[in-house]
């Protein structure tokens, strides 16, 4: 049986983490990869929900608009907005073959602090 306190605990941990993480990679100007691992915190902080609701880990997918649909949370329509246009970062990170999106320090951080605010409303509502 899935300790789910301990799971919840792990996912929060590691979104914290990976935030750390981007905040880094932006203050160094690894652009991509600073909205990789934002989106890898979005994503972790998702799976805390996702494992709250189903009692059970996780599935194993990136896309930030499923993991909330199966989170079961009532996101408003600029949130999902923004969470659907954020998986881009997660492709580039994995996937070079795809749409190269060109950014600024000035639109990384920007977006960063978007996918802050989200993290902290996700925060929130654990």
């Given at each position: ?6 799971q ?6 590691s979104?914290?983490?990976d935030?750390?993480?981007?905040e880094?990679?932006?203050e ?9 691992f934002a989106h890898?915190?979005?994503e972790?902080i998702?799976k ?7 009692n ?6 990136h896309n930030?608009?499923?993991l ?6 009532s996101?408003d ?22 749409t ?5 320090s000035?639109d990384?951080?920007?977006?960063l602090?978007?996918a ?11």
């Amino acid at each position: 049986m899935v300790d789910v306190q301990k799971q919840i605990d792990y996912w929060q941990t590691s979104s914290n983490e990976d935030f750390a993480a981007a905040e880094s990679l932006l203050e160094k100007g690894h652009l991509r990869h600073c909205l990789f691992f934002a989106h890898l915190a979005i994503e972790k902080i998702l799976k805390a929900h996702v494992t709250r609701q189903i009692n059970d880990i996780p599935p194993r997918i990136h896309n930030l608009v499923r993991l909330a649909e199966k989170a079961e949370l009532s996101l408003d329509a600029e949130q999902i907005t923004f969470l659907r246009s954020f998986d881009i970062f997660q492709l580039e990170g994995h996937y070079p073959d795809s749409t190269q999106i060109l950014l600024d320090s000035k639109d990384a951080q920007e977006k960063l602090s978007k996918a802050g605010d989200i993290i902290k409303w996700l925060k929130a509502q654990l």
